[in-house]
């Protein structure tokens, strides 16, 4: 009998396979070797990890692990380590122990790349750990999904590739570092599995779904089945996506459209070019201000900002400015309880409420623009009108003034107010682009939650009316001389959407890179007046249904 | 003793590579080396010669930091470290 356990999907695809559990400390097991001694080894090991990343191009993570390499070496954690021995613990326990407070004491000071930090310092300790009491390093003997609680950045790393099937956790987000990995390396994963670590002991067969979010023990034939089916038809799919993924974004008859990437933390970006991102067309900047206790500085947000900047090697990245707002208290923050927070206080509207929120943000902006020597494109949310355009243009003004060695940015709005797509022709001529927000766009339009399941079928971004909205947005653009309209919402990475959106006469797509070969596809089949034709006929349908299955039939 | 006062300027502060650069420096010399991140909390110190310690003071990119020696060779480290920090830690950054 097959039993479910619910989770967060992570990276899509279906695997099915045995499961193989990673232990992370070994906890009371005797010590073979001083802690001298396992350091050196586990130092040799980080070693050649780096050496191994290093001959597959792997840069970044290699450096990672020159950072492990010191800190395995480490005398402050070798002194912390020896007073638990002498205090009597067991010297496996006291390094794992040292290692832990030092994580803890990264993770307290509310700095996001220290907190980072963190689990190299748990990873490290784990491994001397592991060398002291002769335990070999983790190796994959036949084709698993590896279960663990979360899996730290170096076994990541080890696992051999070709018998790594897909990853479940029982921990983690669908932004960890495993979950990152897994994306990029188009590995199937589940995330936040309650349950799953006591549960695998017993289970010869794990099945996950990366899609769904769900891991089924053991499954039966009938639901082993279905998961091979679902594996073989998105192999085919993916196959056949992958063929169009690394060439342009283009219609049959060379009708050319940006391909850009939306990411929301750092990270994603040199991944996002790797997988063909032209440009980051939505850099989503929220990631900086959460989960802290106190305001980022202007330079702890210069740092991360600066990392975009230069894996983009000069191709455009686009700041969105901070869309904070009562859906998502933030400590520091305060902002009253409001009865609908999507209609509320939020992003650009908490301008005179936080009088440092964007200006800090636009300083550090600059001041990453100007370190990396690149030029940034920084677009306001929330803009509803003239009033709200002007207030963004003087705050960039301002800004540029206190950061006179930063190239002038290109400066932009998004449209998902409704009554900025009416006032479309009068905000163009003032700025460098447009990016509609489709998703908040359509709930608005509409009038539909997004939050709310119930509405579902209401939220759909192919509706006629959305696509009306789209086409005066473009119209506006048009009657300028330098504007330039994308369109940044979950539409853009939809196959049916991106072809609309074509047809529309958008000028750049930006989506979640792993949407790049799908969409590529779907419009490199179609021909620039076939799209067109069909944009116009579907602005005349009845529903967005109508519009989904007049988009399938032209296929 | 011997000691320094000298401004970050690295675009990440002394985060990973630039933090390893000054621990291998430090590990150089006889005398203790110490330091402490004065823009965040001055009466934190970490030893020079631990890459943890020195990640732990959080040092970013503007925050200045002060270098102490007591040792043989204290005065040469102190010389020798700020210089070092002054001129980017091998990594590219703009000198006023």
């Known amino acids: ?555 | 003793m011997a000691d320094a006062e000298v401004d970050v300027r690295n675009p990440s502060g002394l985060h990973a590579r630039p933090a390893a650069t000054f621990v291998r420096a430090a590990a150089g010399f006889a005398a203790d080396v110490t330091f402490s991140n004065l823009s965040r909390d001055p009466s934190r110190s970490a030893s020079a010669k631990s890459v943890l310690g020195v990640m732990g003071l959080a040092v970013a990119r503007g925050h200045r930091i002060r270098i102490v020696a007591n040792g043989p060779d204290a005065d040469e480290a102190v010389a020798h470290l700020a210089e070092l920090v002054a001129s980017g830690l091998g990594e590219e950054v703009d000198i006023e």
């Open chain 1, 1 to 555: 009998m097959t039993r479910e356990l619910r989770g967060t999907p992570a990276a899509p695809g279906v695997a099915v396979a045995a499961p193989w559990l990673h232990r992370p400390a070994v906890t009371g097991a005797p010590a073979r070797l001083s802690l001298f001694d396992a350091s050196a080894a586990a130092v040799a090991e980080i070693s050649a990890l780096a050496t191994l990343l290093r001959d597959r191009g792997r840069e970044a993570e290699a450096e990672i692990m020159d950072a492990q390499s010191l800190m395995a070496q480490d005398p402050a954690l070798h002194e912390a380590a020896d007073q638990l021995v002498a205090d009597g613990t067991r010297p496996a326990d006291a390094i794992v122990q040292a290692g832990e407070a030092v994580a803890a004491s990264f993770e307290a000071i509310g700095d996001e790349i220290l907190a980072a930090r963190a689990a190299d310092v748990r990873d490290v300790a784990a491994r001397i750990a592991r060398v002291m009491t002769g335990v070999a390093a983790p190796r994959l003997e036949r084709r698993s999904v590896v279960v663990a609680a979360d899996l730290p950045p170096s076994v990541t790393v080890e696992l051999d590739r070709a018998l790594l099937a897909g990853i479940a956790l029982e921990g983690g987000s669908r932004t960890s570092h495993a979950a990152i990995l897994s994306r990029s390396l188009g590995i199937p994963a589940v995330v936040g599995v309650a349950g799953l670590c006591d549960a695998v002991p017993t289970v010869m067969e794990l099945g996950i779904d990366g899609d769904a979010g769900i891991a089924y023990l053991d499954p039966d034939a009938e639901t082993a089945a279905r998961l091979a089916a679902a594996s073989a038809a998105a192999g085919e799919r993916a196959r056949a996506d992958a063929a169009f993924a690394a060439g342009v974004l283009a219609t049959n008859d060379g009708h050319r459209v940006i391909c850009a990437a939306n990411i929301g933390e750092p990270t994603e970006a040199e991944a996002a070019f790797a997988a063909g991102a032209e440009a980051i067309g939505l850099f989503r900047t929220e990631f900086a201000f959460a989960g802290r206790s106190t305001a980022p500085d202007e330079a702890t947000q210069a740092a991360a900002y600066a990392q975009v900047l230069r894996a983009a090697h000069g191709a455009e990245v686009v700041f969105r400015l901070a869309d904070i707002g009562g859906d998502k208290p933030i400590a520091y923050l305060p902002i009253e309880p409001e009865a609908n927070p999507f209609l509320g206080l939020r992003a650009i509207r908490l301008a005179a409420r936080h009088p440092e929120l964007l200006p800090t943000q636009l300083h550090a902006i600059l001041r990453a623009s100007a370190d990396v020597g690149a030029r940034a494109s920084i677009m306001a949310p929330m803009v509803a009108d003239e009033e709200d355009l002007a207030l963004v243009l003087r705050l960039v003004e301002d800004a540029c003034a206190a950061v006179p060695d930063a190239a002038g940015p290109r400066v932009g709005i998004m449209i998902e107010v409704p009554s900025a797509v009416l006032l479309a022709d009068r905000l163009a001529p003032r700025i460098d682009f447009i990016s509609i927000g489709t998703n908040d766009l359509t709930q608005y339009l509409l009038a539909a939650d997004r939050s709310n399941a119930a509405l579902a079928a209401r939220q759909d971004p192919l509706h006629p009316a959305v696509l009306r909205a789209i086409g005066q947005v473009v119209e506006a653009v048009r009657g300028t001389t330098r504007c330039t309209v994308a369109v940044c919402g979950e539409m853009a990475g939809d196959p049916a959407g991106a072809q609309l959106l074509v047809g529309l006469g958008v000028d750049e797509l930006s989506m979640e890179p792993r949407a790049f070969g799908a969409v590529k596809r779907a419009v490199g089949t179609r021909s620039m007046p076939d799209l067109v034709a069909l944009a116009r006929t579907a602005q005349h349908m009845r529903s967005a249904a109508e519009v989904r299955r007049a988009v399938e039939a032209a296929a």
